[in-house]
């Protein structure tokens, strides 16, 4: 669970919950926080879309992949590059 975050963050903005996408979708974010992150999505078209390609490609990265485990190095390079891609978009 990430704890670097404050409890009161407002999840009104959509770039603030597609930067938490997959923390959500890994279900290591907060009670409160993926709430609130399933109240916009559910306000919110465009977060939707985005929210489903993310979970399609993990879903798709776990067929493949899934009984390898990652470094943690190479999984918070990817997060970061994923990151930068969605900003960029």
Do not use: W
């Not at 409890?7 to 926080?33: G, K, M, P, T, W």
């Not at 993926?34 to 999505?41: F, K, Q």
């Not at 078209?45 to 067929?63: I, N, T, W």
Request: some cysteine; proline content about 2%; overall charge negative.
């Amino acid at each position: 669970m990430n704890v670097d975050r404050p409890q009161d963050e407002s999840f009104d903005d959509c770039e603030h919950v597609l930067e938490r996408v997959y923390e959500f979708l890994d279900n290591e974010i907060d009670a409160a926080s993926g709430d609130a992150i399933r109240r916009h999505l559910a306000m919110c078209e465009k977060c939707l879309d985005q929210f489903d390609v993310e979970e399609a490609v993990k879903s798709m990265v776990h067929r493949c992949c899934g009984d390898e485990v990652a470094p943690s190095h190479l999984r918070m390079k990817i997060v970061t590059q994923l990151t930068v891609l969605r900003r960029t978009l």
